[in-house]
């Protein structure tokens, strides 16, 4: 039986969002881990919602353009709920 991690689960439509944001920018992961001070594979998990940081956050926000990640983060909720419509 193969195994799978517990962590593997359909990312939100917000975070959807972001990662389509940062792709749309040509923004990698290596840059904001390299801001935030931390490793890929942790942005990573932040983007998909399976950690989180105030570090990654911030520089999510800044690289995209936003003055905060709460700013970010509403920005991507009605963005999201848009779409599903």
């Known amino acids: 039986m193969p195994r799978t991690r517990s962590f593997e689960k359909p990312m939100a439509p917000e975070r959807c969002w972001l990662k389509y944001q940062l792709n749309v920018r040509n923004i990698k992961y290596d840059a904001i881990a390299k801001k935030a001070g931390l490793t890929e594979p942790f942005v990573s998990m932040v983007i998909c919602g399976i950690r989180k940081s105030e570090k990654v956050e911030a520089a999510l926000a800044e690289e995209l353009g936003y003055?905060?990640?709460?700013?970010?983060?509403?920005?991507?909720?009605?963005?999201?709920?848009?779409?599903?419509?």
């Open 67 to 85: 003055k905060s990640w709460k700013e970010l983060w509403a920005d991507a909720c009605i963005n999201a709920e848009r779409r599903a419509v």
